[in-house]
């Protein structure tokens, strides 16, 4: 099981932000969450954790494991076109192992 990331931002809505204009670190957060909890039994996993200094509070965002596939294929694009070819394999690979075990 990987840990999840933390996040920093000022406040929620830097955070808002960051999602709006798909910053790939959050692509990457996510991707490498699932990857390393693939053989998890849990039914959702926690991805990432975003911590809002002003607001002095901690989100944790989770995934359901039905929805890694989906995510994963979502968030390729981001990895082809930032040419991350190994891990698109890994994904690759991943959506394979997902979709078998539906």
Sequence with gaps: MKK??????NSQEDFQ??????DFSISKAVVD?????????KKNVHML????????TVFDITLEKV???DTL?????????HEMFEECVKIN??????SKSK
Excluded: D, M, W
Aim: hydrophobic content about 45%.
């Design 33 to 41: 969450s699932i990857l390393g909890n693939l053989k998890s039994r």
């Design 17 to 22: 932000h960051i999602v709006n204009k798909k």
């Design 67 to 69: 929805a890694f596939a």
């Design 49 to 56: 954790s975003v911590k809002c200094i002003e607001e002095n």
């Design 4 to 9: 999840p990331i933390t996040i920093k931002v």
């Design 93 to 98: 690979e991943a959506i394979a192992v997902l």
């Design 73 to 81: 294929k979502q968030n390729l694009a981001y990895f082809e076109k």
